[in-house]
């Protein structure tokens, strides 16, 4: 069960840039989590409701390939995809960083998380909403 591709705009700014004004690889991470709430967000999951409900959603695993380098003042686009697990414990988001003006590729990323109760300190099921929400896009 996924969601369809959610776009997300962004400049990048002075402050994620190395002397040579290239994108400290740190970053990226920050622009899959950013893209990443705001897929949810557009798609009427907002993280605020999973954590309202009592749920957390740690990260298990996370992994980026670095194709080209993004530099200071470029706009770049996030592309995210989100896919919940068969078991509905975990979700990926699937990412591509593109370069705005030409969409160059520049990294793909995925980010693994599970839904977490944190009362009882081990992973459950996402919400029924969620599953519905994931379903219904499939």
């Not at 999973?50 to 686009?77: F, M």
């Not at 370069?99 to 300190?121: I, Y």
Request: hydrophobic share 35%; net charge negative; aromatic share 8%.
């Amino acid at each position: 069960m996924q969601l369809p591709p959610h776009i997300h705009r962004h400049r990048v700014r002075f402050r994620e840039c190395d002397p040579m004004g290239i994108v400290y690889h740190v970053h990226y991470l920050d622009w899959f989590e950013y893209a990443r709430t705001e897929a949810l967000r557009a798609a009427g999951v907002p993280y605020k409701d999973i954590e309202d409900g009592g749920l957390t959603l740690p990260v298990t695993h996370l992994e980026i390939d670095y194709k080209e380098s993004a530099r200071y003042d470029e706009e770049v686009l996030i592309e995210t995809t989100p896919v919940l697990s068969d078991s509905t414990v975990r979700i990926s988001c699937h990412y591509r960083v593109l370069r705005a003006e030409n969409e160059t590729l520049l990294a793909t990323g995925r980010v693994d998380l599970c839904f977490f109760d944190p009362e009882r300190g081990r992973p459950t099921r996402a919400p029924d909403d969620v599953i519905k929400l994931m379903s219904e896009s499939a």
